[in-house]
Protein backbone atom coordinates (compact mmCIF):
# COMPACT_ATOMS: atom_id res chain seq x y z
CA UNK A 1 0.00 0.00 0.00
CA UNK A 2 1.05 3.29 -0.87
CA UNK A 3 1.08 6.97 1.67
CA UNK A 4 -2.63 7.85 2.73
CA UNK A 5 -2.96 11.78 2.46
CA UNK A 6 -5.20 13.87 4.45
CA UNK A 7 -7.67 15.23 2.37
CA UNK A 8 -7.90 11.79 0.21
CA UNK A 9 -10.80 10.74 -1.35
CA UNK A 10 -9.51 8.38 -3.70
CA UNK A 11 -9.20 5.78 -0.93
CA UNK A 12 -10.87 2.78 0.01
CA UNK A 13 -10.35 1.62 3.93
CA UNK A 14 -11.17 -2.84 3.47
CA UNK A 15 -11.04 -4.96 6.84
CA UNK A 16 -11.86 -8.39 6.59
CA UNK A 17 -14.04 -9.29 9.94
CA UNK A 18 -13.58 -12.82 9.83
CA UNK A 19 -16.79 -14.42 10.36
CA UNK A 20 -19.87 -14.64 8.42
CA UNK A 21 -21.75 -11.21 8.62
CA UNK A 22 -24.77 -11.99 6.36
CA UNK A 23 -27.90 -10.32 7.97
CA UNK A 24 -25.74 -8.02 10.30
CA UNK A 25 -24.96 -4.38 9.94
CA UNK A 26 -21.23 -3.69 9.48
CA UNK A 27 -19.02 -0.64 10.51
CA UNK A 28 -15.62 0.50 9.99
CA UNK A 29 -14.65 2.05 13.75
CA UNK A 30 -11.65 4.76 13.50
CA UNK A 31 -9.33 6.51 16.16
CA UNK A 32 -7.79 9.70 14.74
CA UNK A 33 -4.87 10.88 16.18
CA UNK A 34 -5.76 13.06 19.11
CA UNK A 35 -8.07 9.98 19.99
CA UNK A 36 -11.41 11.40 18.58
CA UNK A 37 -13.72 8.42 17.39
CA UNK A 38 -15.90 7.62 14.94
CA UNK A 39 -17.77 5.21 12.86
CA UNK A 40 -18.47 5.09 9.31
CA UNK A 41 -21.46 3.07 7.31
CA UNK A 42 -19.17 -0.01 5.76
CA UNK A 43 -20.24 -1.55 2.41
CA UNK A 44 -20.22 -5.50 2.45
CA UNK A 45 -17.83 -7.10 -0.28
CA UNK A 46 -17.79 -10.65 1.20
CA UNK A 47 -20.14 -11.39 3.92
CA UNK A 48 -19.40 -15.15 4.12
CA UNK A 49 -15.86 -14.11 5.21
CA UNK A 50 -16.82 -10.86 6.49
CA UNK A 51 -14.69 -8.18 4.30
CA UNK A 52 -16.24 -4.85 4.35
CA UNK A 53 -14.99 -1.81 3.10
CA UNK A 54 -15.50 2.33 2.95
CA UNK A 55 -15.03 4.54 0.48
CA UNK A 56 -13.91 7.88 1.45
CA UNK A 57 -16.51 10.40 0.47
CA UNK A 58 -15.08 13.85 1.89
CA UNK A 59 -11.72 15.52 2.12
CA UNK A 60 -12.73 15.74 5.58
CA UNK A 61 -13.18 12.33 6.50
CA UNK A 62 -9.11 12.25 6.80
CA UNK A 63 -8.08 14.96 8.50
CA UNK A 64 -5.32 15.03 11.09
CA UNK A 65 -1.94 13.84 10.42
CA UNK A 66 -0.45 10.18 12.48
CA UNK A 67 -1.19 7.20 13.25
CA UNK A 68 -5.15 6.43 13.03
CA UNK A 69 -6.92 3.08 14.39
CA UNK A 70 -9.37 0.85 12.06
CA UNK A 71 -11.30 -2.00 12.97
CA UNK A 72 -14.91 -3.92 12.17
CA UNK A 73 -17.36 -3.69 14.39
CA UNK A 74 -20.56 -5.77 13.38
CA UNK A 75 -23.57 -5.73 14.70
CA UNK A 76 -26.07 -9.01 14.40
CA UNK A 77 -29.95 -8.69 14.15
CA UNK A 78 -30.31 -11.12 17.37
CA UNK A 79 -28.42 -7.91 19.67
CA UNK A 80 -25.02 -9.44 18.88
CA UNK A 81 -22.05 -7.76 18.32
CA UNK A 82 -18.65 -8.21 17.59
CA UNK A 83 -15.18 -5.96 17.15
CA UNK A 84 -12.40 -6.89 15.15
CA UNK A 85 -8.69 -6.86 15.66
CA UNK A 86 -7.30 -3.11 15.17
CA UNK A 87 -5.52 -1.84 12.11
CA UNK A 88 -3.02 1.07 12.36
CA UNK A 89 -2.37 3.65 9.39
CA UNK A 90 -0.85 6.59 9.19
CA UNK A 91 -1.86 9.19 7.58
CA UNK A 92 1.01 12.09 5.90
CA UNK A 93 0.42 15.68 5.31
CA UNK A 94 -0.06 16.03 1.29
CA UNK A 95 3.39 16.69 -0.04
CA UNK A 96 5.33 15.05 2.39
Do not use: C
Request: charged content about 25%.
Amino acid sequence: MGKIYIGQTALRIQLTANIDINNADAFIKYQKPDGTRGEWVASVYDADKGIIYYDMQATTDLDQEGDWIFWTYIEFGNGKVAAGEPVTIYVYPEGD
